[in-house]
């Protein structure tokens, strides 16, 4: 059977979703053995599943274009690079079953991995094109790609063996400063965004530091497409979004890191006078096969 790409990653973001995080544990482990029994857990659609550089070179493979979130020397704002050896986005309807998959998953990985780090998330509100809402009240994702310009943005094409189908993802959880976002008038939080929160229109008058001009994915050359699968998370006092962006490479999204960060232009983007990145990974998308996690490409 061919492989084919995980679904979920094309999907629409689902009503609740959860992220796990998993580090390698010290010593001795059966990492193959357990990459093994995970992979028949993972169909894609409910459990979306990424392998960051530690846990591929763990087994002795490498992956031709996986490397590690990059140290932005010079940007003019902290961008932290936290690797992580394993990364799921489990989604559904119900939290309830989240939790019982987490059980499952941290399971049959043990002991080869231990699970680190859990952020939930959910679905906010509609804006005006359909998509959910950022916390801020903004559309989320409004200028992703769709159909197949959408597949040939986010999954592998070509000869490369054993990664056709398959996706690069990055994964960052921001947290949101409330205070100073509540202390900026309408107009300048729209400004910030590049949109009127009302209706999504884009600002033809917006600064150079509004975050839809920093990130224009066409005004980039080559131009720079990801696939946006962000969604709100809560904790505590604390919330804000985890930014998931899927690419056939890590090319795209580093070009819009870059340009947010002052490093294209000296311009930053003006999202930062409100939100902040606190982590930041890179991880491979395997294709199915069978309807599975296809690890072919790592010899498993």
């Not at 059980?103 to 049959?108: A, C, L, N, T, Y």
């Not at 150079?208 to 998370?233: D, I």
Request: some cysteine; glycine content about 10%; hydrophobic content about 45%.
């Amino acid at each position: 059977m061919e492989r084919a790409a995980q679904p979920g990653i094309l999907a629409p973001v689902p009503r609740v979703g959860r992220y796990l995080f998993f580090t390698l544990a010290p010593g001795p482990r059966p990492l193959a053995d357990a990459l093994l029994r995970f992979a028949q857990l993972v169909d894609g659609i409910a459990v979306v599943a990424g392998l960051g550089m530690a846990c591929v070179a763990a087994v002795g493979a490498a992956v031709p274009g996986l490397r590690e979130f990059p140290d932005l020397d010079g940007a003019k704002v902290a961008i932290p690079s936290t690797p992580t050896a394993l990364w799921c986005w489990l989604r559904g309807d119900d939290m309830g079953d989240l939790v019982h998959m987490t059980r499952q998953i941290e399971h049959v990985l043990a002991p080869a991995l231990r699970l680190e780090r859990v952020v939930d998330g959910f679905r906010y509100g509609q804006g005006p094109n359909g998509h959910g809402r950022d916390l801020t009240g903004y559309e989320d994702g409004t200028e992703n790609p769709h159909d197949e310009a959408a597949v040939l943005a986010a999954l592998v094409a070509g000869d490369r063996a054993g990664l056709v189908g398959g996706s690069f993802v990055a994964v960052q959880q921001w947290v949101h400063d409330w205070a100073a976002f509540d202390a900026m008038p309408g107009p300048t939080q729209d400004d910030m965004v590049g949109r009127r929160r009302s209706d999504n229109e884009e600002l033809d008058d917006a600064p150079a530091s509004a975050h839809v001009k920093r990130t224009a994915q066409e005004s980039f050359t080559p131009e720079a497409f990801v696939v946006r699968r962000s969604m709100p998370w809560a904790q505590g006092s604390q919330s804000g979004l985890v930014f998931v962006a899927f690419g056939h490479s890590f090319n795209a999204f580093e070009a819009q890191l870059r340009r947010m960060a002052g490093l294209d232009d000296g311009i930053v983007d003006a999202l930062f006078q409100m939100s902040k990145p606190v982590t930041g990974a890179y991880f491979w998308c395997p294709p199915l096969r069978n309807g599975r996690l296809d690890l072919q490409a790592l010899g498993l």
